[in-house]
């Protein structure tokens, strides 16, 4: 069983950083890809980051240049750093885990809070 827990969402002024952590466990297939969601009320669960084992990363548009994604392979932990935060940001943020192996595996955190005030 894996298991995904995400860490360090909060309340942060306009202009502040954040520092995001997912730290995954259980059986884990060592060629995978983490990756940072996030879903504000009424909208769809859109990707903001992923990071491949190899380091090759992936962001939106509108977080270039201001967040920077991060992992650790040996604790299995993915990383996310926000900074310039703006009040667009504000969403529930949600950690994935990815890998195929014959087939796809799929798992999500339970979701942090990041709230950005104007």
């Known amino acids: 069983q894996v298991q995904l827990v995400e860490s360090g969402g909060g309340l942060v002024q306009a202009g502040g950083s954040l520092r995001l952590s997912c730290a995954a466990s259980?059986?884990?297939?060592?060629?995978?890809?983490m990756g940072w969601y996030r879903q504000a009320p009424g909208k769809q669960r859109d990707l903001v980051a992923s990071?491949?084992?190899?380091?090759?990363?992936t962001y939106a548009d509108s977080v270039k240049g201001r967040f920077t994604i991060s992992r650790d392979n040996v604790k299995n932990t993915v990383y996310l750093q926000m900074n310039s935060l703006k009040p667009e940001d504000t969403a529930v943020y949600y950690c994935?885990?990815?890998?195929?192996?014959?087939?796809?595996?799929?798992?999500w955190g339970q979701g942090t809070q990041v709230t950005v005030s104007s």
């Open positions: 994935r885990l990815r890998w195929v192996r014959k087939n796809e595996y799929n798992y």
């Open positions: 259980g059986s884990i297939f060592s060629i995978n890809e």
């Open positions: 990071i491949s084992s190899g380091r090759t990363t």
